[in-house]
């Protein structure tokens, strides 16, 4: 069983309509990152989140500890939020990167 | 720029070559990191740099690779008898990482892309 794990592994959907990507992790972590990689390759992080809730524009990250999971959430999406959205947790020193979600939104 | 930047962009090189990466990261940024990710494939933690302790190289994948930092800043992967394998997208990151590693957000330079023919 991977580390990090992301659902869905792909995703399609129209304009306007409201996405959510999960990411469930199987070890003790303090932050949890996610970050969005554009078609061309670059790497933008987005949130870096320990508890609770981060909102950035449209984007909004939750996490449960207890529960060890995490979702971005998307609202109002548009084509140019398609790419990969990639959740990665610290764990001995190191990033444990999950597979990531690849995003098309349609216009 | 305010950003990490990386150079060269675009490398190709000979299988057997030695080829010199470079990052530049965020002014003040005391955490370095070095990455790989190849094609069809997630993204592969390679080193990391905090201040002036000794560096984490667990996740270099052979002796042929090795990295430095100088003065705190400017960091070079170096890729000793380069192979077809070693083909990827070499991505650095920085932050302003104080408490330990990944507590704080990691910016990305946009990449070296590395192809060993």
């Known amino acids: 069983k991977n580390e990090v794990e992301q659902s869905p592994q792909n995703l399609t959907a129209q304009e306007g309509e409201f996405i959510t990507i999960n990411c469930s992790y199987s070890v003790g972590i303090s932050a949890l990152h996610w970050l969005q990689q554009h078609p061309g390759g670059g790497i933008v992080s987005l949130f870096m989140l320990s508890s609770g809730k981060k909102k950035h524009g449209r984007l909004i990250a939750t996490i449960n500890i207890q529960e060890k999971h995490s979702s971005l959430h998307i609202t109002a999406s548009h084509p140019r939020d398609s790419a990969v959205y990639i959740c990665?947790?610290?764990?001995?020193?190191?990033?444990?990167w999950g597979a990531g979600t690849k995003l098309i939104i349609k216009p | 720029g305010a950003g990490v930047s990386q150079s060269p962009s675009n490398k190709v090189t000979e299988k057997g070559k030695d080829v010199e990466l470079r990052c530049d990261p965020i002014?003040?940024?005391?955490?370095l990191y070095w990455y790989r990710q190849s094609l069809g494939q997630g993204l592969e933690f390679l080193i990391y740099f905090q201040g002036n302790s000794a560096p984490d190289k667990s996740g270099l994948p052979s002796d042929r690779f090795s990295a430095e930092r100088t003065g705190g800043s400017v960091s070079t992967l170096t890729i000793q008898r380069t192979q077809q394998e070693d083909s990827a997208v070499y991505l650095c990151?920085?932050?302003?990482?104080?408490?330990?590693?990944?507590?704080?957000?990691?910016?990305f330079g946009p990449g070296t892309r590395l192809t060993v023919l």
């Open positions: 990151a920085s932050s302003s990482d104080i408490a330990g590693f990944s507590t704080d957000t990691q910016y």
């Open positions: 002014s003040g940024h005391t955490a």
């Open positions: 990665a947790v610290p764990s001995n020193y190191q990033l444990i």
